[in-house]
Every structure is written in C-alpha cells, then in structure tokens.
C-alpha cells in the first residue's frame, strides 16, 4: 500500500524516498557492477546503452518488482493525445509441467509490440500497418504503479510506427534534447570549455482545483468536457486575496501529504505546496529534473493527484479553465541548460569570463523567443488554454520575454555597441567590464509575463495545466539549439584568436538589436500592451485554429528536419492531431451544453413556472391582491428569460450541424447567458445543478 506503511518507525522519509522506484540506488544494489557502470553512463552522460546488459537489467527489474509485489509489467509511454498509455502483461510463463514460472527477458524490457491502430497517428499510420512499437527509454527510471492491492511494474517508453515515426510526445523531446546539448556544446567549446556533459532542466510548477466529489457527479459538464459551461460567479470569488497562500484547510492538507508521500515512493522529488489564487485552486511544485524525466515525472503528478483525491472523496481538475470568471490554472514550465561543472547556463556569473557567456545565452535566448514566438504559441494551443491566454489572469497569447530593468539596461548598454549609451552613460564591454549584482527574481515579480527570466532560469507559464510539457519544451529546446548553432558558426573561426571578443560583442550586438522588440517588462494583462506589442509587430494570436497554422509552414517543417526532431510527416500529424483534438473538444462542449439545456434546466425552469404560477393562482383563488404583484412579476421574470432558450437551443443545435467550432463557441456563450441570468433568480432549492458558491468551496467534511 502507498499510505498504510508509513508510520512504521523505520520507515524514515530518506530510506522510503524512490522506494517504488527502479532508480539508481536499486540498480547499485541489484546489478552487476559492470552492468551498473554501463547503465550510469547512459543515465547521467546520455550515451548510448549496451544492449548487451539487457537481459541482466531485465532480470534484475523483475526480481525488484516481484519483491514490490508487482504481477505485471507495462510499457509506458505518452501517445499523441495528452494521456499515457498502458498494455499489462503477466510476469508467467508455463514451465512445462503444469505450473508457472516469473519471465522478463532483455528483450521484453527493449521493445514491445502493442496494436497500435487506435492510438492518433495524425495520418502517419494507416490501419493495414497498425503496428507500432515502443522501446525502452533508459534514463527515465522504471517505476511500479499501485492501487490498493496491485502493483505493476512501468517501462518508461518511447512510442514509433513500423517505419521508425514517432508516435508519442517522447521520441521528439529527446531527440530536441540531443541538438540543444550538441550545439550547445559547440558554443560552449569556443569559449574554450569542454563540457562533460549539456542537461536541459525542467521544474513544472502544477495547478489543479479540487472539487468535492459528490458536487461533481452533478455537474454532466464538469464530468464530460473538465470545464463547467454554466455557472454565475458567487459575490465571494478570489477578490479578497485570501486563498493565494492562505493556510491550507485540514481536508486539502490531508490530501496534498498523501499525495506527497506517494510521489516520494516514486522517486518524483515533491517539494512546494500551497493555496493558488482562486478559491478551490492549489499548486504543487516538484524540483527540477532532467526534461525527459521531469516530464514523466509530471505526468505521475498528475495522475496521482487524480488517483489520491478520490481517497478523499474530492476530484482533481486539471482543466486549464473549470471555472469561468475566477483564475485558470497553468503549469510553469522552468527551464535551464545546464552542465554538471557550472550549473545553469542562465546564470550571471561573476567574473568578466562568466558573463560573456552568460550574456551570449541570454542572446540566443531573445533571438529564439522572437523569432519562434508563433511556434512557442502553437505549443501551447489547445481549446482549454484559449480560455486562459489573455484572459486578465494568465499569460497573455502574446509571447514575450520579461527581463527585468537591470538586465534590460545591460542589454541596451551592448546594442550601443561601445558608443555612450545616453541613458545610462555606460557600455558593456565584453569580457572586460563585470556585470552589476543582479537582484534575484523573487517568485512572481511579474506574473503576467508568458516568459520569465528568474534568475538562472526562464519560466515558460503559458504552459497548460492539462498538458505535458512534453511538445512545448521539444519547440523550445529545438529553437534553442537553432539560435546556438548560428552563433557556433560565427565564433568557430575566430575561437581562441585574440578577434574572439570583438567578434562575440558585434555578433550579440547584432541579434539584440534584431530581436529585442520581444523585451516587455511592464503588465502583460494590460490593453496598452496589446496595443504596443502590435505596433512592434509581435503576433497575437488568440485561438488554437490560427496557432497552429505555423505548424504547417516549410520554414518549421526546415528547422524541425534541421535538428533531426521532426520529419516532414511528424510535424504535419502533430498538426492533424492538436486539429482534431480541438475540434472534437469543442464538438464534445456544444453537445454536452445542449443536452444540460433541454434535460437539465429547461426542465428545472418549467417546475420553477409550474410552482409560481401555482402561488398566483391560489393568490387569485383567495381573492386577496397581497403577494399578487410580487408572484406575478417573479413569474414575468423568470418566464421572459424561459422563452429565450428555445431560440438559443435551436441556434446551437444548428451550429453543432454546421460543425463549425467559432458558431458552436458563440452559441455555447450565448446559452449560457440566458441560464446564469436564471440562476440567479431561480428558486435556489429548484435550480438543479451545484452552484460556483458551492463548487469552489472545500469545506471540511
Ligand atoms: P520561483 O518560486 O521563483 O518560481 P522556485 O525556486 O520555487 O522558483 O522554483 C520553481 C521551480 O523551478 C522548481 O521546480 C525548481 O526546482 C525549478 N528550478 C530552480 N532552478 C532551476 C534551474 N536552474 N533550471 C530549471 N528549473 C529550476
Ligand atoms: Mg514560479
């Protein structure tokens, strides 16, 4: 069991920590010493694995799992939708006399074969060549999944067609892992430094609200889209300010320590835990990881923030927008290039050395950001992030970059390129002037800024709550690496020759001066930056339709192929499915709000008219006027809002045919209206579904 063993005087919280998990501690402790060696070297210098130890490390996982009490073994992996997938297999094998024996071979552990024809393929895959195969990603640690009497062992996964395309979100993140590390590497060696190694880092910050379970079984929309499509704010919202780190009700509490607990078990390092700013809204934060593994491991948050919350009867939404009218919710993505002998590349240093390099990061950064900032939005497009970008509570659709003043100046101070700066009276040159003392970023300095300098990392918040940070992260990393390989090329020739720093000065010179226009330090929510961006020509583009246009252009087709992420065919499925998956969203939310219309309100509405013209007409039968006008003009009221629906039903039911998700969104809209309208007025012990008041509210059982 995940909970019941921890009060066991031994089982401190250290020795528990990654105890369900296949991790580096348990392969010293179950493998051969050479075998461990070859698995280090893959896990922490990114070589390639000798297969050869296969059927060891196999053997090995099987004895640990069986010992977990595991029966089965899956291969875990992220298909193109946002989910993961998950095909058991027995551990038995017959042994030729009637009984069974525990297998798990090298190859079971290497690839696995699962049918893949009903996964999204976005046309890659016709049916006739279902098959699909995933092969083992030995990096990302292998973990055992438990409910309260299971236990499973989980492969962690890539997942590709017959003809070697990748059908999941992993294949293309690592190998968008392998271009930034190469040319970083590159960048890095004409500062004379030979790196052992380049991680890309990734800390996602997780909102979800918490809703307690029986309110959500009466909500078909909670149930059926994550989002409610009706629902009129309560007069206490999230205006006081007094959820965001208020102090953390004891049933939530409760809650968020068994979820620790069982993250701790799988070796997933939970850290951070709060109130976010919307009532019934938290966050959980683990510390940052390897991407790849930092993007399993988000995935295990998310899913066990799902499994755990129904323990306390609540359920978790990770919708990016249950609620209409009250914060959305995101996951911020923390992301840094980084090397085991100097830490985070996106760190000021402190030396004139530090800086250069610093800054020729920072530059490469600016330049990425502006030039793919369309690229970055499509990343991030999905019908429930719409509601949130730019909705005065998120990150604007805007992408842009927030500095700070300091660095700004800085920045400012090389565009002036050793000229007098008439702002500041001063110039950077590189390599000989030191780098003012930076403040350190605290947490939210600007919370409205889609991509944050914080210090020694940028924080991508426009993320979706309900996505991985799988494909966002795979564009960053690759537009990333583009911007590294045109400076690697500018400085190799000049690379250890005295020109090397006049050089890197007109180079950054250059690309700050092209790409700055993406600086935007001031509020992100505001309409003058709307209109400022626009005059800077930076692209807003607000719907999930219009970001994904970039994903099909022959420039992001070249650079995806450039880097070896992405084929033509794999950047054009991932289009089709993020389509498709919108389109049918929207189809699933117009269908839903329809049916909630004529079973579930119109009906409620009818008995409200039923009972007030049932007052009047006693009223009347008694011969009294008193009460008369009062009834009479609730009925008026209610029933002049009744007779707007039937029109709003049929404009819906029209759009739904129509198939066209702009109409099928307006006409959702304009449903709603009626009903929040009604629901304000309606009888409250008549109006038939949980209210916002009720819903947004944890109390205490
Ligand atoms: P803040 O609250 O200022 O955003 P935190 O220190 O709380 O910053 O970090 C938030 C997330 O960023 C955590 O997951 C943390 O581990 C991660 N993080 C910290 N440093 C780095 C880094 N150099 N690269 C990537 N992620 C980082
Ligand atoms: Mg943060």
Redesign the pocket.
């Known amino acids: 069991m995940l909970t019941d063993n921890i009060t066991d005087a031994e089982a401190t919280l250290e020795a528990r920590y990654g105890c369900d998990t296949f991790g580096i501690k348990t392969m010293e402790k179950y493998l051969s010493k050479s075998a461990f060696k070859k698995m280090m070297l893959t896990i922490q210098k990114g070589g390639k694995l000798d297969m050869g130890i296969a059927d060891e490390v196999a053997q090995a996982m099987k004895v640990w799992a069986l010992s977990k009490g595991a029966t089965h073994y899956t291969h875990w992996f992220q298909p193109l939708s946002d989910a993961t997938a998950e095909k058991h297999d027995s551990f038995v094998e017959p042994d030729r006399k009637g009984g069974m024996i525990c297998e798990f071979t090298g190859k079971n552990l290497i690839q696995a074969e699962p049918d893949a024809s009903s996964f999204p393929s976005g046309g890659i895959r016709a049916t006739f060549e279902a098959r699909g195969y995933t092969a083992w990603d030995p990096t990302s640690p292998a973990f055992i999944k438990r409910t309260a009497s299971t236990a499973t062992l989980c492969i962690p996964t890539a997942f590709c067609s017959y003809t070697g395309e990748a059908l999941d979100k992993k294949t293309p993140l690592l190998r968008s892992m392998v271009a930034v590390a190469k040319q970083t590497t590159r960048v890095l060696n004409c500062f004379g430094i030979e790196p052992s190694c380049v991680e890309t880092?990734?800390?996602?910050?997780q909102e979800y609200f918490l809703i307690d379970r029986n309110l959500y079984l009466k909500r078909p929309d909670l149930i059926e889209t994550g989002r409610t499509l009706f629902g009129c704010l309560p007069p206490k919202h999230q205006q006081m300010e007094d959820h965001y780190f208020g102090s953390i009700k004891e049933r939530v509490l409760e809650f968020m320590t068994s979820v620790d607990h069982a993250l701790w078990d799988l070796g997933v390092p939970s850290?951070?835990r709060h109130n976010e700013a919307a009532p019934g809204q938290f966050e959980i934060?683990?510390?940052?990881e390897a991407c790849n593994v930092a993007v399993d491991h988000n995935v295990m948050i998310m899913d066990v923030l799902e499994r755990q919350a129904l323990k306390f009867n609540l359920v978790c939404l990770l919708h990016e927008k249950p609620y209409t009218s009250v914060n959305g919710s995101g996951k911020?993505n923390?992301?840094?290039l980084?090397t085991p002998e100097m830490?985070?590349l996106?760190?000021p240093g402190k030396t004139p050395h530090s800086n250069k390099l610093f800054l020729t990061f920072l530059a490469c950064v600016i330049q990425c950001i502006d030039k793919h900032a369309d690229l970055l939005r499509a990343s991030i497009s999905k019908a429930g992030n719409d509601h949130r970008l730019g909705a005065a509570e998120a990150p604007p659709a805007i992408i842009s970059i927030f500095l700070g003043d300091e660095l700004t100046d800085i920045i400012n101070q090389i565009k002036q390129g050793g000229a007098q700066c008439s702002a500041s009276k001063t110039t950077m040159e590189l390599g000989v002037d030191v780098l003012p003392e930076l403040p350190k970023?605290?947490?939210?300095r600007n919370r409205t800024s889609p991509f944050a300098f914080?210090?020694?990392?940028f924080?991508f918040r426009a993320v979706g709550s309900s996505q991985t940070c799988a494909w966002p992260m795979t564009v960053l990393n690759t537009i990333m690496a583009e911007a590294l390989d045109e400076v690697a090329t500018l400085l190799e020739p000049v690379a250890g020759t005295p020109a090397f720093n006049k050089t890197l000065q007109h180079i950054l010179k250059d690309m700050l001066t092209a790409h700055d226009r993406v600086v935007f330090n001031g509020n992100g929510y505001s309409q003058e930056w709307v209109e400022e961006a626009a005059r800077r020509g930076l692209p807003h583009i607000k719907t999930t339709p219009e970001a994904l246009d970039v994903l099909s252009r022959e420039d992001s087709i070249a650079l995806m192929e450039k880097y070896g992420v992405l084929s033509r065919s794999e950047l054009l499925a991932r289009k089709e499915i993020q389509m498709e998956n919108f389109e049918k969203l929207i189809d699933i939310e117009a269908k839903t709000c329809l049916n909630m219309l004529n079973t579930i309100y119109m009906p409620a509405i009818a008995a409200q008219m039923t009972d007030i013209c049932g007052t009047v007409a006693s009223i009347q039968a008694a011969g009294i006027q008193a009460g008369l006008k009062a009834a009479s003009q609730r009925a008026e009221a209610i029933g002049s809002l009744y007779d707007e629906l039937p029109g709003k039903v049929e404009a819906l039911t029209q759009a739904i045919a129509e198939g066209n998700p702009t109409g099928m969104r307006a006409a959702m809209e304009a449903a709603r209206e009626v009903v929040d309208a009604l629901e304000a007025i309606v009888d409250a012990d008549l109006w038939p579904v949980p209210t916002y008041a009720q819903m947004l509210n944890i109390h205490s059982k």
């Open positions: 880092n990734l800390g996602a910050e850290k951070t934060a683990p510390l940052f911020h923390n992301w840094s980084s830490g985070s996106f760190s970023d605290t947490a939210d914080t210090g020694n990392k924080e």
